[in-house]
């Protein structure tokens, strides 16, 4: 059984479109995130939600907007795509929302590739 | 800002040993190290907490030096498994994050 799944695992678009990527954990954690991995292999946080409520939005582009319907379930929509954001996308999830002391579960990532 | 790991990138033979640093400008809390094969996600390796406390790993361990800020992980005996690259994730208290560092790409080769 995979702990965190993503779903597509590749998706490839044109500038403009709109799409999204699902994340799904069995772990029963609380807390959900979604970084962004680039080419030059830099892992930044993009959101974090703790049981349905968002707790980090960092300095993301407002194309980009997360949902979360349950705890068990995490969604990225990007609108109006642009080249710059041809990235790998990993969703993780943790126990807690506090990351001291609890690890991180990763998912196995969507290479989004924009042409 | 993101803590900085040295070396860039290393290769070993299988049986020699290794030692990646992690360099953080602010006080840490906790250091997480994780490693990531080509193409794959992020695994966890090991957490080390202010105040000595660890887990993770067995063959794998870890140092963390509060004072300066810096957190050093050791290979030892290295196999072809370990290859990879390795990511120290920094805690510093604000915001609830994880900040990852820049990363350490280690080749083991027969």
């Known amino acids: 059984d995979t702990a965190v799944s993503q779903t597509p695992k590749y998706l490839v678009t044109q500038m403009g479109n709109d799409k999204s990527i699902k994340c799904e954990q069995n772990l029963g954690h609380d807390t959900m995130y979604w970084y962004k991995q680039d080419s030059k292999k830099f892992l930044k946080i993009m959101f974090s939600?703790?049981?349905?409520?968002?707790?980090i939005n960092e300095t993301v582009p407002n194309r980009f907007s997360p949902k979360s319907p349950d705890k068990a379930h995490l969604n990225l929509h990007i609108n109006s795509l642009e080249l710059g954001d041809s990235a790998v996308y990993f969703c993780?999830?943790?126990?807690?929302?506090?990351?001291?002391?609890?690890?991180?579960?990763f998912g196995p990532g969507t290479r989004l590739t924009v042409t | 800002q993101q803590p900085v790991q040295s070396p860039q990138a290393v290769i070993l033979r299988e049986g020699e040993d290794a030692v990646i640093n992690c360099s953080s400008s602010?006080?840490?809390?906790?250091v997480h190290w994780y490693r990531q094969k080509h193409g794959e996600a992020p695994v966890f390796l090991m957490i080390?907490?202010?105040?000595?406390e660890q887990k993770g790993h067995e063959k794998i361990s870890a140092s963390f030096n509060e004072k300066k800020q810096q957190s050093s992980l050791y290979l030892t005996a290295s196999q072809l498994s370990y290859s990879g690259t390795y990511f120290c994730g920094t805690f510093t208290g604000g915001g609830n994050k994880l900040t990852f560092g820049t990363g350490t790409q280690l080749k083991v080769e027969l």
């Open positions: 939600y703790n049981n349905k409520e968002l707790i």
């Open positions: 993780a999830s943790s126990q807690e929302t506090g990351t001291l002391s609890y690890e991180q579960y």
């Open positions: 602010k006080a840490l809390y906790s």
């Open positions: 080390l907490l202010k105040g000595g």
